[in-house]
Protein backbone atom coordinates (compact mmCIF):
# COMPACT_ATOMS: atom_id res chain seq x y z
CA UNK A 1 0.00 0.00 0.00
CA UNK A 2 1.44 3.29 -1.05
CA UNK A 3 2.22 6.26 1.75
CA UNK A 4 0.67 8.74 0.24
CA UNK A 5 -2.00 9.21 -2.85
CA UNK A 6 -0.54 10.35 -6.38
CA UNK A 7 -0.74 13.72 -8.29
CA UNK A 8 1.77 13.10 -10.63
CA UNK A 9 2.52 15.10 -13.75
CA UNK A 10 5.34 13.61 -16.36
CA UNK A 11 7.00 16.65 -18.36
CA UNK A 12 7.76 13.81 -21.40
CA UNK A 13 9.86 15.37 -24.95
CA UNK A 14 9.45 13.07 -27.14
CA UNK A 15 12.69 10.47 -27.47
CA UNK A 16 13.83 11.82 -24.49
CA UNK A 17 14.58 9.72 -20.74
CA UNK A 18 11.77 10.05 -20.12
CA UNK A 19 10.44 6.92 -20.88
CA UNK A 20 12.30 5.74 -17.97
CA UNK A 21 9.83 7.27 -15.71
CA UNK A 22 6.80 6.38 -17.82
CA UNK A 23 7.70 2.97 -17.44
CA UNK A 24 8.40 2.55 -13.80
CA UNK A 25 4.69 4.98 -13.20
CA UNK A 26 3.37 2.09 -15.63
CA UNK A 27 5.04 -0.69 -13.48
CA UNK A 28 3.58 0.74 -10.72
CA UNK A 29 0.17 1.01 -11.81
CA UNK A 30 0.39 4.86 -10.93
CA UNK A 31 -1.73 7.25 -12.56
CA UNK A 32 0.07 10.19 -14.37
CA UNK A 33 -0.73 13.25 -16.48
CA UNK A 34 1.30 13.61 -19.42
CA UNK A 35 2.09 17.18 -20.62
CA UNK A 36 4.14 15.84 -23.85
CA UNK A 37 5.94 17.45 -26.87
CA UNK A 38 7.48 16.32 -29.87
CA UNK A 39 11.22 17.32 -30.29
CA UNK A 40 11.47 20.51 -32.77
CA UNK A 41 13.27 20.40 -36.17
CA UNK A 42 16.35 21.03 -34.64
CA UNK A 43 16.22 18.15 -32.17
CA UNK A 44 15.82 20.17 -29.01
CA UNK A 45 12.59 20.66 -27.11
CA UNK A 46 10.46 23.53 -28.44
CA UNK A 47 10.63 26.70 -26.41
CA UNK A 48 7.02 26.65 -25.48
CA UNK A 49 7.28 23.18 -23.74
CA UNK A 50 10.53 23.83 -21.83
CA UNK A 51 8.56 26.83 -20.62
CA UNK A 52 5.62 24.74 -19.06
CA UNK A 53 8.33 22.45 -17.54
CA UNK A 54 8.34 24.00 -13.71
CA UNK A 55 12.02 23.70 -13.30
CA UNK A 56 14.74 26.28 -14.03
CA UNK A 57 16.60 23.91 -16.40
CA UNK A 58 13.51 22.92 -18.30
CA UNK A 59 15.03 19.73 -18.88
CA UNK A 60 12.72 16.53 -19.31
CA UNK A 61 11.86 14.13 -17.78
CA UNK A 62 10.64 16.25 -14.49
CA UNK A 63 7.61 15.47 -12.43
CA UNK A 64 5.40 17.79 -10.16
CA UNK A 65 3.70 15.66 -7.69
CA UNK A 66 1.58 17.45 -5.35
CA UNK A 67 3.85 20.72 -4.56
CA UNK A 68 7.09 18.86 -5.05
CA UNK A 69 8.66 19.40 -8.32
CA UNK A 70 11.68 16.89 -9.16
CA UNK A 71 13.95 16.66 -12.12
CA UNK A 72 16.78 14.25 -12.87
CA UNK A 73 15.48 10.74 -14.18
CA UNK A 74 17.80 8.99 -11.23
CA UNK A 75 16.11 11.12 -8.30
CA UNK A 76 12.61 11.14 -9.85
CA UNK A 77 12.87 7.68 -10.03
CA UNK A 78 14.03 7.09 -6.28
CA UNK A 79 10.89 9.77 -5.36
CA UNK A 80 8.91 7.77 -6.26
CA UNK A 81 10.15 4.20 -5.51
CA UNK A 82 10.26 5.69 -1.89
CA UNK A 83 7.16 6.93 -1.87
CA UNK A 84 5.13 4.62 -3.89
CA UNK A 85 6.90 1.18 -3.83
CA UNK A 86 6.75 0.77 -0.16
CA UNK A 87 7.60 -3.01 -0.60
CA UNK A 88 10.97 -2.05 -2.35
CA UNK A 89 10.66 -4.18 -5.31
CA UNK A 90 12.54 -1.60 -7.68
CA UNK A 91 14.38 -0.15 -4.88
CA UNK A 92 15.15 -2.85 -2.33
CA UNK A 93 15.56 -2.08 1.28
CA UNK A 94 18.23 -4.42 1.79
CA UNK A 95 21.53 -2.45 1.49
CA UNK A 96 23.83 -4.81 -0.48
CA UNK A 97 20.74 -5.11 -3.20
CA UNK A 98 19.84 -1.30 -3.00
CA UNK A 99 23.39 -0.18 -3.53
CA UNK A 100 23.59 -2.32 -6.35
CA UNK A 101 20.49 -0.77 -7.77
CA UNK A 102 21.84 2.80 -7.07
CA UNK A 103 25.58 1.71 -9.18
CA UNK A 104 23.45 1.45 -11.76
CA UNK A 105 20.73 4.24 -11.68
CA UNK A 106 24.44 6.57 -11.31
CA UNK A 107 26.24 4.83 -13.79
CA UNK A 108 23.23 5.11 -16.49
CA UNK A 109 23.69 9.15 -16.93
CA UNK A 110 27.47 9.40 -14.86
CA UNK A 111 29.33 6.92 -17.43
CA UNK A 112 27.30 5.48 -19.85
CA UNK A 113 25.25 8.27 -21.09
CA UNK A 114 28.05 10.90 -20.70
CA UNK A 115 30.78 8.38 -22.77
CA UNK A 116 27.72 8.09 -25.61
CA UNK A 117 27.45 12.27 -24.90
CA UNK A 118 30.62 12.88 -25.94
CA UNK A 119 30.66 11.51 -29.40
CA UNK A 120 27.25 12.61 -29.99
CA UNK A 121 28.19 16.12 -29.05
CA UNK A 122 31.44 16.16 -31.03
CA UNK A 123 29.13 15.18 -34.22
CA UNK A 124 26.88 18.43 -33.19
CA UNK A 125 29.30 20.61 -32.48
CA UNK A 126 33.09 20.26 -34.05
CA UNK A 127 33.81 23.10 -35.88
CA UNK A 128 34.31 22.98 -40.08
CA UNK A 129 38.24 23.09 -40.17
CA UNK A 130 38.35 19.89 -37.96
CA UNK A 131 35.80 18.14 -39.22
CA UNK A 132 38.50 16.17 -41.01
CA UNK A 133 39.43 14.62 -37.55
CA UNK A 134 35.95 13.26 -36.58
CA UNK A 135 36.55 9.86 -37.64
CA UNK A 136 39.78 9.55 -35.35
CA UNK A 137 37.97 11.42 -32.54
CA UNK A 138 35.25 9.23 -32.13
CA UNK A 139 37.29 6.12 -32.58
CA UNK A 140 39.02 7.19 -29.44
CA UNK A 141 35.93 8.07 -27.71
CA UNK A 142 34.66 4.38 -28.28
CA UNK A 143 37.02 3.25 -25.84
CA UNK A 144 34.93 4.01 -22.70
CA UNK A 145 31.18 2.99 -24.55
CA UNK A 146 33.17 -0.53 -25.20
CA UNK A 147 34.73 -0.42 -21.59
CA UNK A 148 31.09 -0.04 -20.61
CA UNK A 149 29.29 -2.20 -22.45
CA UNK A 150 31.47 -4.92 -22.03
CA UNK A 151 30.88 -4.13 -17.98
CA UNK A 152 27.18 -4.37 -18.45
CA UNK A 153 27.54 -7.46 -20.35
CA UNK A 154 29.91 -9.37 -18.04
CA UNK A 155 27.33 -8.58 -15.91
CA UNK A 156 23.90 -10.24 -17.26
CA UNK A 157 26.09 -13.48 -17.99
CA UNK A 158 23.42 -15.85 -16.87
CA UNK A 159 20.85 -13.46 -15.66
CA UNK A 160 17.96 -12.16 -16.71
CA UNK A 161 17.93 -8.27 -15.26
CA UNK A 162 20.51 -6.52 -13.63
CA UNK A 163 20.01 -6.96 -9.84
CA UNK A 164 18.30 -9.94 -8.93
CA UNK A 165 15.94 -12.01 -10.27
CA UNK A 166 13.90 -9.79 -11.71
CA UNK A 167 13.09 -5.76 -13.18
CA UNK A 168 14.45 -2.91 -10.87
CA UNK A 169 14.91 1.03 -10.97
CA UNK A 170 18.48 -0.21 -12.54
CA UNK A 171 16.90 -2.10 -15.58
CA UNK A 172 14.35 0.72 -15.87
CA UNK A 173 17.27 3.79 -15.64
CA UNK A 174 19.81 1.79 -17.66
CA UNK A 175 17.78 0.93 -20.20
CA UNK A 176 17.39 4.61 -22.07
CA UNK A 177 21.01 5.00 -22.61
CA UNK A 178 21.39 1.34 -23.64
CA UNK A 179 19.10 2.08 -26.44
CA UNK A 180 19.86 5.31 -27.27
CA UNK A 181 23.05 4.69 -27.32
CA UNK A 182 23.12 1.51 -30.11
CA UNK A 183 20.06 3.51 -31.95
CA UNK A 184 22.88 6.40 -32.80
CA UNK A 185 25.83 4.06 -32.97
CA UNK A 186 27.78 6.43 -30.56
CA UNK A 187 30.98 4.19 -30.59
CA UNK A 188 29.48 0.55 -30.83
CA UNK A 189 30.94 -0.20 -33.93
CA UNK A 190 32.88 -3.53 -33.93
CA UNK A 191 31.39 -4.65 -30.37
CA UNK A 192 28.99 -7.62 -29.76
CA UNK A 193 26.97 -7.72 -26.62
CA UNK A 194 24.56 -10.84 -27.06
CA UNK A 195 23.31 -10.29 -23.35
CA UNK A 196 23.00 -6.87 -23.52
CA UNK A 197 20.64 -7.06 -26.91
CA UNK A 198 18.50 -9.87 -25.20
CA UNK A 199 18.20 -7.63 -22.03
CA UNK A 200 17.19 -4.66 -24.12
CA UNK A 201 14.49 -6.71 -25.79
CA UNK A 202 13.38 -8.30 -22.68
CA UNK A 203 12.76 -5.30 -21.17
CA UNK A 204 10.86 -3.79 -24.44
CA UNK A 205 8.62 -7.10 -23.88
CA UNK A 206 7.00 -6.33 -20.97
CA UNK A 207 3.41 -5.04 -20.79
CA UNK A 208 4.25 -1.97 -18.75
CA UNK A 209 6.97 -0.42 -20.92
CA UNK A 210 4.73 -0.94 -24.02
CA UNK A 211 2.04 0.91 -22.09
CA UNK A 212 4.81 3.86 -21.27
CA UNK A 213 5.50 3.79 -24.94
CA UNK A 214 1.80 3.80 -26.32
CA UNK A 215 0.77 6.27 -24.33
CA UNK A 216 3.66 8.68 -25.01
CA UNK A 217 4.45 8.20 -28.12
CA UNK A 218 7.98 7.71 -27.60
CA UNK A 219 10.26 6.49 -30.65
CA UNK A 220 14.16 7.30 -30.79
N1 LIG B 1 20.63 14.09 -16.41
C1 LIG B 1 19.29 14.45 -16.78
C2 LIG B 1 19.29 14.83 -18.27
C3 LIG B 1 18.04 15.53 -18.72
C4 LIG B 1 18.14 15.92 -20.19
O1 LIG B 1 19.21 16.36 -20.68
N2 LIG B 1 17.03 15.79 -20.91
C5 LIG B 1 17.00 16.08 -22.33
C6 LIG B 1 16.15 15.02 -23.05
S1 LIG B 1 16.74 13.38 -22.90
C7 LIG B 1 16.31 17.40 -22.63
O2 LIG B 1 15.41 17.81 -21.92
N3 LIG B 1 16.72 18.03 -23.75
C8 LIG B 1 16.00 19.10 -24.36
C9 LIG B 1 16.66 20.41 -24.38
O3 LIG B 1 17.60 20.65 -23.63
O4 LIG B 1 16.22 21.24 -25.16
C10 LIG B 1 18.34 13.28 -16.46
O5 LIG B 1 18.81 12.16 -16.22
O6 LIG B 1 17.13 13.49 -16.38
Redesign the pocket.
Known sequence: MASKESDITLYF?GA??AIRIAWLLEELSLPYELVSSPRASNG??PPEF?AKIPTKL????AIKDGNIVI????AIAEYICETYDPSGRFLPKEPAARAKVREWMSAA?GTFMIHGLAILYARWRLPEPAREYLPEMEKGLSTNVHNDFSWLESELEGKEYLVGDDVTAADILMGFNTEFIFARNLGTEGGDWPNVKKWLSRNQQREAYKKAVEKSGYSL
Open positions: LSRLAKGKSPQESAE
